[in-house]
């Protein structure tokens, strides 16, 4: 408690102003203080949200082969036909081809006729989209010393009136039919085969249907060589797609279904 108390000192009075401690041991305080001001808190920015990762690119997918070699067998010389026209990509790019016979001949065009001698042989066949992407295969192929050369494929046009004929039909479980302007029917299987027709001078026609087959798709060629009556240069499309044609032959794609017609056109001189 808070008390006075006088004092003299040489007769003047003084009053002095003091904290006592009071009997029963309790202690006034002196002054109070303030306790500390509570801290303001402050607005913080909030953190930037992370931005959303960019969708990546989708993975390129490799192409796919399709190749195509008939015959690998038979007796030398033997010519051997390699097709890898059929083959696709997934993501849709540009294909690019390698073809290596084996015996030190190479190409990189899609479809190729290599003649081999006796041997066998190994054939690197590779299908490339340019990305990194590759599909290959290898295949041998086999050739025995024959006395004669095998037939080869083609139309051989002897005269204007009559000719003996060939084609090769790679679809799948093919059987065909096929007609020289308005002769007699003949019906292919897959494969090489041959026929005789007849041919006029100037325009002739010539139409093939596939009568069944397995669903796949394949092709058809027909080659009507240079050594003949045929006019080098006339051979055109009527109907079907074609895969390739050259001054004395015509390559259709075929999609393999059943009633699938190709025709073309050629003149002979005569």
């Excluded at 607005?43 to 959303?52: Q, R």
């Excluded at 340019?130 to 025995?144: A, L």
């Excluded at 045929?230 to 004395?248: D, N, W």
Aim: proline share 9%; aromatic share 8%; with cysteine.
């Amino acid at each position: 408690m808070l008390r006075f108390r006088h004092m003299r000192f040489g007769g003047a009075a003084v009053t002095l102003a003091g904290l006592i401690v009071a009997c029963d041991g309790t202690e006034s305080p002196t002054s109070t203080s303030n306790p500390d001001p509570a801290p303001v808190a402050q607005n913080s920015p909030a953190p930037a949200p992370n931005p959303s990762p960019s969708p990546s690119a989708a993975p390129n997918q490799p192409p796919r082969l399709d190749a195509s070699v008939n015959p690998d067998t038979g007796s030398a010389p033997l010519e051997v036909r390699f097709n890898l026209c059929r083959s696709t990509d997934p993501d849709g790019d540009t294909l690019s081809f390698d073809i290596e016979f084996g015996d030190g001949g190479r190409t990189g065009r899609c479809q190729e006729t290599h003649t081999y001698a006796a041997g066998v042989y190994n054939a690197s066949l590779a299908v490339r989209d340019g990305k990194g992407g590759i599909d290959e295969r290898n295949v041998r192929v086999t050739v025995d010393r024959g006395s004669a050369p095998p037939p080869k494929p083609y139309y051989k046009l002897d005269s204007a009136a009559q000719f003996t004929w060939s084609n090769e039909l790679d679809v799948a479980g093919a059987a065909a039919q096929v007609r020289l302007n308005d002769g007699p029917e003949f019906f292919p299987a897959r494969g090489y085969s041959h026929a005789v027709g007849e041919a006029r001078r100037g325009d002739n026609v010539v139409s093939g249907r596939l009568l069944r087959s397995a669903g796949r798709p394949g092709s058809w060629r027909f080659d009507l060589g240079l050594d003949s009556a045929l006019v080098a240069g006339s051979v055109r499309p009527v109907t079907g797609t074609v895969e390739e044609i050259t001054a004395s032959s015509i390559t259709f794609r075929m999609s393999g279904r059943a009633d699938e017609v190709v025709a073309f056109r050629f003149r002979a001189s005569r």
